[in-house]
């Protein structure tokens, strides 16, 4: 993970998109599927879906590897702690779930957010490094998220999941809403 002190740029355009496009409807709550079934990287996959928004271009197999190895230490270490804390504290262990800890558990989220800002400018970092050259054809969405979604399959024990209807609905949700964003530009 590069030093933040390296240059990254954490209000990007990046960071917009990803904002703008988490919050159109349906989107976090598919995004939030897929990760708690697909263990899915939420950020990898809205940065994915930025490159192919802003560079015309569908990240390959190798290039979400590449991502994914990026930042796999900072999700570790930082991103999925921070959640698993946040999530822990909203029925336990006592005195949770009181107007005290529900304050904190406000500000670990910020927190959560605030790496996964961290983490997400790293990518657009990685993207400068190595630049990808636009694509002729036009990037078929569903076909991209077809490809995170075996890609974050394959990384956990119930990669049948990746298959249900649940995930298929999530991804479908996924693909109308940035649609939608691509045709107001």
């Not at 006592?94 to 107007?99: E, G, K, L, T, V």
């Amino acid at each position: 993970m590069p030093d933040p002190g390296d240059g990254l740029e954490l209000e990007g355009p990046h960071w917009a998109f990803a904002l703008d496009l988490y919050h159109r409807r349906g989107v976090a709550e598919a995004c939030l599927r897929l990760q708690d079934d697909l263990d899915a990287d939420v950020t990898l996959l809205l940065f994915a879906l930025y490159t192919a928004d802003q560079h015309h271009r569908a990240l390959r197999p190798a290039e979400i590897a590449a991502l994914d190895a990026t930042v796999a230490p900072w999700r570790a270490e930082v991103v999925q702690p921070l959640r698993a804390l946040r999530r822990r504290m909203r029925n336990g262990p006592s005195p949770a779930a009181c107007a005290a800890t529900e304050a904190l558990r406000d500000r670990i989220k910020a927190a959560e957010v605030g790496a996964e800002q961290i983490e997400l400018a790293a990518m657009a970092q990685w993207l400068q490094s190595n630049p990808l050259q636009a694509a002729s054809d036009p990037v078929d969405i569903a076909a991209l998220l077809d490809r995170l979604a075996a890609f974050f399959a394959a990384r956990t024990p119930s990669a049948s999941k990746a298959q249900s209807p649940a995930i298929a609905s999530a991804l479908q949700t996924i693909a109308l809403a940035v649609a939608a964003a691509f045709q107001r530009r």
